[in-house]
């Protein structure tokens, strides 16, 4: 499929905010917490998003799936969990 420059340079905008979100995550002191609670699919979609160097190094399908918006929430999600559960546990 051919993109005008302009659509280029959303796709690729958007596929830098994926890669800074992933980042941020996988940087987090929880992520080796939660890392195996994660699927194939979703390792696939981090895999795919954190090696991108533009957009189209990303197979059509997994970028317009919503996996990799689901994955990067459910990262987010365990973390935040994570978190919450060593605050519980810095208390008693």
Sequence with gaps: MRYTEEEEKELNAQLGKWQRRAKRLILSDY?????????DLNYTALTAVTNAETHKDINFSLWNSGLIESTLDRIAELINEARRENRKGGRK
Excluded: G, P, S
């Design 31 to 39: 992520y080796d917490c939660i890392a195996d609670r994660l699927n």
